[in-house]
C-alpha cells in the first residue's frame, strides 16, 4: 500500500452533538459548511420511523473553534434533514428533506425503510422538502414542497461557491438538474428551476471547489462523474467513478483543481469492492487505485470495514482524512455499521508521466 495509514477512534465534540439528543434530535448526516471564523450550522436528521414524521429537524448555530452552540429551534415541524449546504458569504442555508419516504406505499406505516422500499433510481418518493434559511436573519425564507411536479432528491444538493448558486436533482434515472432560487422574493412557481441539463441518475455528490478548469464535479447515484460548466450552464460526462452502481459521499479535490480523490463507497457495494481509494486525473482522464483498503484494515487492524461516509484532502495535497463505518472483530466477513472510525492517509505524489493538458500544475 503506497504511503502510511492510522486509524483513530471517530470523536465528535465541539458542543454540537450532545445538543442533538433528545426529543427532534438525531445525527448530522451531511458534511458541514465552516466559515473563516469557524461558525457553521447544522441540521439535524433525525431518529426512527415513522415517529420522526411528527417532528422536525434541528436546527443549529455552533463554532467549531470555539464549541459554542445555540439551538435555534425547529424550523419546518414534518420533516429533518439529510443534505444541507451553507453559502456563508451571502448567509443563505438550503437543505432537503425526505418527506417522500412517507407517501411510498412499499412501506409499511409502521415499518423501518430499507433500501428496497425508498432507494432505487427509478422510485418516484425519493424526494423531501426545500428548506431555504437566511441565517443572518435567523428566519426561514421558505419550507416545504415546491408546488408543480419538480421534486428534489432528498440526497442530492450542490453549491458553486464562487457565485452561490445551489442545484439539485430529480429522483427519477434518468434525473433532470434544478436550480434552486434562493431569492427572498422568489415565487412559488419559481422555487426550482429546470436547467435542461440531464444525467444518468440523482446527484449524490459534488466537488466544493472548482476544477482547474472551473468545473464543479459531479457524481451521480449510478457512479458515474459529470462536470457542471458555467456561463453557460453546460455539464459534460466525465467517465465512471468506479464501476456502475458504486457512488460516492465525498469528491475532495487537491489543491491544484486537477486530481480528484475519492473512498467506495458508503454502502456494502464498496465493502465487495474492498473499499478503494481511486486518484482520478481530470487532465488525462485516467483513474488509479492507490489502496484497498478493506483488506488492509482487517489484516493490520482487524478491523472490517462496510464503507466511506466522508473524505477531504490536506490544504498542502498530501493527505486524504476519510470516515469510515465497520467493525472490529476476527471474521472479515462479519462486517456491521458499528464501530466508526477515522483514517489519515499519506497520499502519493502524482506520477511524472502524467499527460499535458489545460489543467497540468
Known amino acids: 500500500m503506497p504511503g502510511s495509514l492510522s486509524s483513530l477512534p471517530l470523536l465528535l465534540a465541539h458542543g454540537a452533538a450532545p445538543a442533538l439528543a433528545g ?11 465552516v466559515a473563516a471564523g469557524g461558525e457553521t450550522f447544522l441540521l439535524s436528521f433525525y ?11 434541528r436546527l443549529f448555530r455552533n463554532n467549531v473553534l470555539t464549541g459554542k452552540s445555540e439551538h435555534l429551534g425547529i424550523p419546518f415541524a414534518g420533516d429533518s434533514w439529510p443534505m444541507q449546504r451553507w453559502d456563508a458569504e451571502r448567509g443563505v442555508l438550503v437543505a432537503i428533506g425526505e418527506c417522500g419516504l412517507y407517501e411510498n406505499p412499499a412501506l409499511p406505516a409502521d415499518g423501518v425503510p430499507s433500501g428496497a422500499a425508498w432507494d432505487g433510481d427509478d422510485d418516484q418518493h425519493s424526494f423531501g422538502s426545500l428548506l431555504v434559511y437566511d441565517s443572518d436573519a435567523r428566519r426561514a425564507l421558505r419550507a416545504g414542497l415546491p408546488p408543480g411536479p419538480l421534486r428534489p432528491e432528498r440526497r442530492s444538493l450542490v453549491l458553486e461557491p464562487r457565485s452561490g448558486r445551489f442545484f439539485t436533482s430529480t429522483p427519477p434515472s434518468p434525473s433532470r438538474l434544478l436550480e434552486v432560487n434562493t431569492a427572498a422574493d422568489a415565487t412559488p412557481a419559481d422555487r426550482l428551476r429546470d436547467t435542461g441539463l440531464t444525467l444518468d441518475g440523482p446527484v449524490r455528490a459534488a466537488t466544493r471547489g472548482l476544477s482547474a478548469d472551473g468545473e464543479l464535479i459531479l457524481v451521480t447515484r ?4 459529470y462536470a457542471l460548466g458555467f456561463e453557460p450552464l453546460r455539464l459534460r460526462e466525465v467517465g465512471p467513478a468506479w464501476n456502475d452502481g458504486a457512488w460516492i459521499t465525498d469528491l475532495p479535490l487537491d489543491p491544484t483543481g486537477r486530481w480528484l480523490h475519492d473512498v467506495v463507497d458508503s454502502t456494502w457495494t464498496g465493502r465487495a469492492y474492498g473499499v478503494p481509494l481511486v486518484r482520478y486525473d481530470l487532465a488525462g482522464g485516467t483513474r488509479t487505485v492507490l489502496a484497498f483498503l478493506g483488506p488492509w484494515l482487517h489484516e493490520h487492524h482487524g478491523y472490517a470495514a462496510v464503507g466511506a461516509y466522508t473524505a477531504v484532502v490536506s490544504p498542502d495535497g498530501t493527505r486524504l482524512f476519510t470516515q469510515l463505518n465497520g467493525c472490529f472483530t476476527d471474521d472479515p466477513d462479519d462486517a456491521r455499521h458499528e464501530q466508526p472510525v477515522l483514517l489519515d492517509v499519506a497520499l502519493p505524489a502524482p506520477w511524472s508521466r502524467s499527460p499535458p493538458g489545460p489543467s497540468r500544475p
Open 222 to 225: 449510478r457512479g458515474t462523474l
Open 47 to 57: 431518529g426512527d420511523h415513522p415517529a420522526k414524521r411528527d417532528r422536525g429537524g
Open 23 to 33: 426529543d427532534g434530535g438525531g445525527k448530522q448526516h451531511t458534511g458541514i459548511d
